[in-house]
């Protein structure tokens, strides 16, 4: 086809680059989760950042590899 990139059948190769924001992204919704727990009306903002910066790192990624 045109415009496939690698060998049919081939699993896509992930670089670094998209796999270390997708592990900071997991472990971002774990720990705002332990830290949501708390019962008062503070927002756990450290995780939430990181959350952010990550999914905009993964949209981003994928839109420059498109």
Not at 32 to 54: C, G, R, Y
């Amino acid at each position: 086809m045109l415009g496939q990139k690698g060998i049919p059948g081939e699993l896509p190769k992930y670089s670094v680059f998209s796999i270390i924001p997708l592990l900071i992204l997991i472990l971002s919704v774990l720990w705002f989760l332990d830290e949501a727990k708390i019962i008062n009306t503070n927002i756990p903002w450290l995780p939430v950042i990181f959350m952010i910066i990550s999914v905009g790192w993964i949209l981003y990624s994928g839109h420059k590899n498109m």
